[in-house]
């Protein structure tokens, strides 16, 4: 079958869903490991146009979500040092600490905590502010890790010596694997996109080798993601699973090597918790010793005490694929985009928030 890539086009969409209809021939899950696939799949009601037998789920891929309580209640304790600035990207702002404390409320109650669009603003706070030390929160995957990594080297060779980064960065490949070993049954990955554009297809080509379980990697695009399913059920109908690049406009086997190169000059790998998920082997990014004295919990040391999360929220097995947001008794009601109880619910990448914004679409 020749595929073809995809835009945002009706006629397309219409077509592709009609090819998905003739080509299924059972029952399928495919889980998306990518929130801003997550979001799109629930915006543009993808998952109304598929046959009854075809389940799309979601995965870990909301990097707030996976962000460990320990990691936001470490920089609450930063954020009430008087010498110390904060900067974050706007979704950590909310996330719910031990006891619901997040960074929007202790800025509320007089901490410098200040909302960046990249870690080169971060930088530029530092040199603006030398009198303070300038901590910048390294969130999210491989998209982002590059980023981070640029602006420790900038701040390495330039001695800007009150600039520091605490990493919570992680790497999405160990989770998707977890997820496997754990049980939750699948027929196929739907892939992110901007994580491969960094790191390339190959970081996945283990999975269909090691389960027998297929991949694509998926633009954003309704028609991207409509193909990327319908690649899927070629896959699975054949028996030959593989990984494919449907974001080939994107997206090549070997990535960004530039990007991967700066990456791994500045991190190492190591064992780190995912929210709801728990501890995963080699899942993480430290900063490597090099960069030590950019390192905030290397050089300031602080003791944080972490309190287990609300036993009502199912988050964790929201993220395996396990649960959906409906099976929550929390739901909706007192957890909320407003109020989140869960991580899920704060950032518009997470399920929760996505279910709850397009529910009234869910006819």
Known sequence: MKFIDGYRDRDLTDRLARQIRKAAAGTYTFMEVCGGHTAAIRRFGIHSLLPEG???ISGPGCPVCVTGKGFVDRLSVYAGLKDVIITLYGDLMRIPGSGGRSLEKARAEGADVRIV???????????????????????????????????????????ISNFMVISAHKIMPPAMEAILKEGTRLNGFI??????????????????????????????????ILLSVLMLISQVNANQPSTEIQYNRVVTEKGNLVAKEVMNEVFESCDTEWRGLGLIGGSGLIIRKKYERHDAESVIQVKVVESPDDGHCICGDI???????????????????????????VSEEGTCHTWHKYRLSDG
């Open 54 to 56: 075809i389940r799309l």
């Open 117 to 159: 669009f990249s870690s080169l603003d971060a930088l530029s706070t530092a040199r603006n502010n030398p009198g303070k030390k300038v901590i910048f929160a390294g969130i999210g995957f491989e998209t982002t890790a590059p980023g981070t990594a640029a602006a420790l080297q900038i701040a390495y060779r330039e001695n």
């Open 191 to 224: 892939c992110p996109g901007h994580v491969a554009a960094i790191t390339g297809s190959g970081i996945f080509d283990f999975i269909p080798r090691n389960y027998g379980i297929g991949c694509v990697v998926s633009g954003f695009e309704p028609a991207d």
């Open 319 to 345: 993220l395996r694929g396990l649960r959906e947001p409906s099976d929550c008794g929390l739901f909706g009601k007192a957890c909320n985009p407003g109020e989140p109880v869960g991580a899920c619910m």
